[in-house]
């Protein structure tokens, strides 16, 4: 069973008098653990698409099921809370908050949504400081690391609550080449480590391609899927 099922998803902004069909019945299915990109020029709907399964948006048609949870369904409320226990969240300019140390950017999600006693709390974030090599930074401000090493930073923050889900609309559109390459790398890094499903944005076709499923989206419909040899979905 797949961890998320889209079936002929849709959705439609209304600009004024004018409807913008942003996705046109997209259709999906995606195994946990897996390490997928969505892939596409400007405009084909890659954005829409990750904050429909962000369940930051809700959808014109069709059903999106993430794990037992028929989110289409959800409504505002239901949707924030869903969001919060499952799916966490990559940015293109990484949102840590400046005034809040490295440490602290990593453990707020936890204060946020979950109750976590202290020991467990120090625990999990010392671990995934570990993890994505940003121990010796733990008491650096965000002004003081590089934008690879805030990267860095935003990927642990995205799983310190342990998700079955992290959505990243274009991870590294503010990276260079190496680094970003390095940062993709950290991500299926933690995928191997935590299982957790990654998804991912993108169109600099140079990262794509470290991706085990790529789909591409084209005016908001899907017209590729390419599955890498070697990995435990091909
Ligand atoms: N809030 C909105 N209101 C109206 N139209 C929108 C809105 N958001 C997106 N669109 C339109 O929907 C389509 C898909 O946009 P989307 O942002 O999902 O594309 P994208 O693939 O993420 O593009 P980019 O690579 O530039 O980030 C585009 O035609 C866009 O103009
Ligand atoms: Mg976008």
């Known amino acids: 069973m797949g961890l998320i099922v889209s079936e002929n998803l849709q959705k439609d902004y209304q600009a004024g008098e004018v409807t913008v069909r942003a996705l046109k019945g997209v259709s999906f299915n995606i195994e946990p653990a897996s390490f997928v990109s969505f892939v596409g020029p400007s405009g084909s709907g890659k954005t829409t698409l990750l904050n429909l399964i962000g369940c930051l948006d809700k959808p014109t048609g069709g059903s999106l099921k993430i794990g ?56 999990r974030i010392l671990n995934l400081l570990q993890a994505v090599g940003m121990l010796e930074q733990k008491d650096k401000y965000p002004d003081q690391i590089s934008g690879g090493q805030k990267q860095r930073v935003a990927v642990a923050r995205a799983l310190v609550t342990n998700p079955m889900l992290v959505l990243a609309d274009e991870p590294t559109a503010n990276l260079d080449h190496s680094t970003a390459y ?53």
Do not use: C, W
């Open 68 to 123: 037992e949870a028929d989110v289409s369904a959800l409504d505002r409320k239901q949707g924030a809370s869903f969001r919060g226990k499952n799916i966490g969240f990559i940015f293109q300019d990484f949102n840590l908050m400046p005034v809040l140390t490295v440490y602290e950017n990593i453990e707020y999600p936890l204060l946020m949504v979950q109750e976590v006693p202290v020991k467990e709390r120090e625990k």
């Open 182 to 234: 390095r940062v993709i790398e950290l991500m299926k890094k933690m995928r191997d480590e935590f299982k957790t499903t990654f998804i991912f944005s993108t169109h600099d076709q140079k990262i794509v391609g470290e991706a085990e499923i790529i789909y591409t989206l084209e005016d908001g419909e899907l017209t590729g899927k390419q599955v890498k040899g070697g990995g435990k979905n091909a």
